[in-house]
């Protein structure tokens, strides 16, 4: 791996002398490394990830959609007097000059400057930190609302298509593949009695009643980089999923983490659930960097997205496990169906709290 790493970061435009690079981070779907290289007397490190080709099918539609994305946010930031270079994800410029660098057995791999002083969490440590992150996001939103040019590619098509993840999930129950399904019947069922809720959103952005924006549609808490001394949300990152989408899929999978009394995959489903003080802080985080621009009917339905997008995401856990884990890395043999059933218990509490709910997004909007 060592050696794997030396090689590829040579084909970027680094500077210094490269001296070692470990896996980092904890996503689902790519592989992080960071770097160290000696400058002078320093040390500097970089972020460099192998994108996962067989989840973003089109990797060159992925990093120009990457490209354009980060280049306006440079714009934006370094005009409002930010500092661009903590601000947003930095390309750092393969030899050739792409933003990428594919290697001789297919693979893409990118670097970007690491951004010091900062971190992610993959759960909450700190009320003020799923604030801050939320504000992130709609910051993020709003800057992207802006950005010029063609509309962005659909880096995964159908990515927050609820009725078609509810498809995909019937399908491979049909198929069962693992003969699994057996064994989970309970939760087979929970997702069977929401089918009509899978179509909410999508109906109505078709019927123009939400409308089309550029969304991030991966607000996990620990896509976004919390200053060290200011607890500040400084950069939003993961921006393979960067798409048009409806703001209700940002808010509604902000909730899932940073509302969660658990970690996403936590065994002990009596550890699990949703806290309305912490839904509180993300609404409000949200609220106050969106509030501005978001039309009344997607301020309605925030609530309803947070259970629908993470009623999603353990449809998509639970369609994994069901089609043998090949899609989201998984550490054991029952991960994906944990994952899934750490959702269903927020979302079927979330269902018992409709009107909390919506008294604190009311407070905000
Ligand atoms: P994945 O798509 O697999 O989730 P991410 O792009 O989220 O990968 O990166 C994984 C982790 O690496 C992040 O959660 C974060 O901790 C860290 N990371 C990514 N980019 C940077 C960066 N530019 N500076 C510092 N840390 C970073
Ligand atoms: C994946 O890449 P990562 O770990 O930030 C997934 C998200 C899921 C999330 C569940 C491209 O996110 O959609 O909500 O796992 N990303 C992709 O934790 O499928
Ligand atoms: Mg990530």
């Not at 896996?23 to 972020?47: A, K, W």
Request: proline fraction near 3%; hydrophobic fraction near 40%; charged fraction near 25%.
């Amino acid at each position: 791996m060592k050696q794997n790493l030396k090689e590829i970061t040579s084909q970027f435009q680094l500077e210094g002398r490269f001296l070692d690079a470990v896996p980092y981070g904890s996503g689902h779907i790519n592989d992080t490394f960071v770097s160290r290289f000696q400058v002078g007397d320093d040390l500097v490190r970089y972020i460099h990830q192998r994108l996962n080709h067989s989840i973003f099918k089109e990797p060159e539609a992925v990093m120009e959609n990457i490209e354009r994305v980060t280049r306006y946010a440079y714009e934006q930031i370094a005009a409002a007097g930010g500092d661009p270079r903590r601000g947003t994800m930095n390309l750092i410029p393969a030899v050739d000059g792409k933003s990428y660098y594919r290697c001789d057995e297919g693979n893409y791999w990118r670097s970007f400057i690491f951004i010091e002083g900062a971190h992610t969490y993959d759960q909450v440590e700190n009320l003020r930190h799923i604030y801050s992150a939320n504000k992130a996001f709609g910051n993020f939103l709003k800057m992207m609302s802006a950005l010029p040019g063609e509309r962005l590619h659909e880096t995964i098509p159908d990515f927050h298509h609820t009725r078609k993840r509810f498809e995909a999930f019937v399908e491979a129950l049909e198929i069962d593949v693992m003969n699994r399904a057996q064994s989970v019947k309970a939760d087979i069922d929970f997702v069977l009695a929401r089918e009509p809720e899978t179509s909410v959103i999508v109906d109505m952005l078709a019927a123009g009643k939400l409308p089309e924006r550029v969304t991030h549609n991966d607000t996990k808490l620990n896509n976004v980089l919390i200053d060290d001394i200011t607890g500040e949300g400084i950069c939003v990152i993961d921006l393979d999923t960067v798409m048009p989408g409806s703001a209700l899929y940002d808010f509604g999978d902000s909730i899932r983490i940073g509302a969660g009394t658990a970690a996403e995959d936590e065994r002990d489903l009596c550890k699990v659930g949703v806290s309305l003080e912490m839904f509180d802080y993300l609404a409000h985080g949200y609220l106050d960097a969106a509030r501005s621009f978001l039309t009344p009917t997607e301020i309605d339905y925030l609530p309803f997205s947070a259970k629908l997008i993470t009623l999603e995401c353990g449809m998509r856990f639970l369609t994994d496990y069901l089609n043998g884990d090949t899609y989201f890395k998984t550490q054991r043999v029952r991960h994906n169906l944990d994952r899934c059933r750490t959702q269903f218990k927020m979302v079927a509490e979330m269902e018992q709290n409709p009107l909390q709910m919506s008294a604190i997004v009311a407070k905000y909007r």
